[in-house]
């Protein structure tokens, strides 16, 4: 049996539900049990340990007030862990609240999801679905890409929506966004290689990686379809803006931060044009605003960050920004490269010990507790 690879993802995606009420962690699971699996903490304290022993949780589920160390201290302790899986993790905050104080405060420390205690099945569903994607999307890109550009294949193997096929679809959800007062959401995603102040075309092996990972994460009622010679546009009707958002800003970091190219002088460059339905009022309609106004939208800010070759997203609030000369603010901007220790592992074996030394440093936290145990037991006396 092959070994797996870095694309493999667990059947059920596993989540950490703490909160301090019983009922309340026995109606979550009784929502969520059949799609994913889950594990328990009564206190943020008790959620942070499961949290270091853990590494398949994917999604926290929290309530802010908790005894020992209540939601906000989880919120904090985990976006300033030194361990990435954990700084990165989604975290959606339950609340009985319906006060925009408490709402504010907590994306403030880090949350990406709030919903409330009397949340419905399918809601909590198509969320957790959504964030789970979210972390399966940056995994499988950040580890992904380089494993199928070494193979080859690649672009014999993807198979992705014409520009005329994306279009039809397109239409179909905005239609229905619009008929279910729902948002719809369309990204465009440009790529390419900067050299000098340049943007020159990427290899069509980097291109065709690209599209089949973003064929790999979407959900099957999204659509995604390259619609140039490195260019990409999805369309959604059935995810938050922010939760887009975030994978927007994910695969964007993933593919700039990926490992394709050599030479100091050369890097990826990955710009998203991103646009909401809801940007344009409430009473907006499919006539009122039409595909094709969204279309350029999401264009227009793409290749406002492009020309610069800056990587992240453009929403409306960057677009003004970068009008303004500014660069993309820092929310937008990728995150520095990351790996973990299964894709450290796999480039040992492979002879790459030199690309495994510059993130020994990152996962010094994760080590230390094997390697103190390995040191203990070699310090201790052996019987005759």
Same mark, same amino acid.
């Given at each position: 049996m092959p070994a797996p690879t870095p694309l493999d993802i667990a059947v059920k995606p596993r989540v950490l539900i703490a909160d301090d009420s019983r009922i309340v962690r026995a109606t979550l699971i009784k929502h969520i049990e059949g799609m994913f699996d889950f594990r328990e903490a009564l206190d943020g304290e008790q959620a942070w340990e499961t949290l270091l022993l853990d590494p398949s949780i994917r999604v926290v589920i929290t309530d802010l007030t908790m005894p020992k160390l209540d939601g906000y201290g989880l919120l904090q302790r985990i976006r300033n862990s030194k361990v990435t899986r954990i700084r990165t993790i989604?975290?959606?905050? #339950?609340? $009985?609240?319906?006060?925009?104080?408490?709402?504010?405060?907590a994306r403030a420390a880090g949350a990406n999801d709030l919903i409330t205690k009397g949340i419905g099945t399918a809601q909590l569903l198509s969320r957790l679905d959504v964030l789970t994607r979210l972390v399966g999307s940056q995994q499988a890109f950040e580890q992904g890409l380089e494993t199928l550009v070494r193979h080859a294949g690649?672009? *014999?193997?993807?198979?992705?929506?014409?520009?005329?096929?994306?279009?039809?679809? =397109?239409?179909?959800?905005?239609?229905?966004?619009?008929?279910? $007062?729902?948002?719809?959401v369309l990204l465009r995603v440009l790529v390419g290689l900067r050299k000098g102040g340049e943007n020159l075309a990427p290899p069509p092996d980097i291109v065709a990686a690209i599209g089949q990972?973003?064929?790999?994460? +979407?959900?099957?009622?999204? &659509? +995604? !379809?390259?619609?140039?010679?490195?260019?990409f546009t999805l369309a959604t009707g059935t995810i938050q803006f922010d939760a887009?958002? /975030?994978? =927007?800003?994910? #695969? &964007? *970091?993933? /593919?700039?931060?990926?490992?394709l190219v050599s030479g100091g002088e050369v890097s990826l460059v990955a710009s998203c044009g991103m646009v909401a339905l809801s940007e344009f009022g409430a009473?907006?309609?499919? =006539?009122?605003?039409?595909?094709?106004t969204l279309i350029d939208t *999401?264009?227009?800010? !793409?290749?406002s960050a492009f020309v610069r070759g800056e990587s992240g997203v453009v929403g409306q609030e960057e677009? !003004?920004?970068?009008?303004? $000369?500014?660069?993309l603010p820092a929310a937008a901007q990728p995150k520095?490269?990351?790996?973990?220790?299964?894709?450290?592992?796999?480039?040992?074996?492979? $002879?790459?010990?030199?690309? +495994?030394?510059?993130?020994?440093?990152?996962?010094?936290?994760?080590?230390k507790p094997l390697l103190e145990l390995l040191l203990d037991d070699r310090s201790r006396p052996r019987g005759g």
């Open positions: 989604p975290v959606v905050v #339950v609340s $009985g609240s319906d006060e925009q104080e408490e709402k504010d405060r690649a672009t *014999a193997q993807l198979v992705l929506p014409t520009p005329e096929q994306l279009r039809v679809q =397109a239409e179909a959800m905005l239609a229905a966004s619009v008929k279910g $007062g729902k948002n719809f990972l973003l064929q790999r994460t +979407v959900r099957q009622t999204d &659509c +995604v !379809a390259q619609t140039g010679a490195a260019e887009a958002r /975030i994978f =927007a800003q994910r #695969v &964007c *970091a993933a /593919i700039a931060n990926a490992h009473d907006t309609t499919a =006539a009122t605003t039409p595909l094709a *999401a264009s227009r800010r !793409a290749q677009e !003004a920004a970068l009008k303004e $000369g500014k660069p520095a490269p990351t790996a973990d220790l299964a894709t450290l592992l796999q480039w040992l074996r492979e $002879g790459r010990k030199d690309k +495994v030394l510059a993130y020994v440093s990152e996962h010094s936290a994760e080590l």
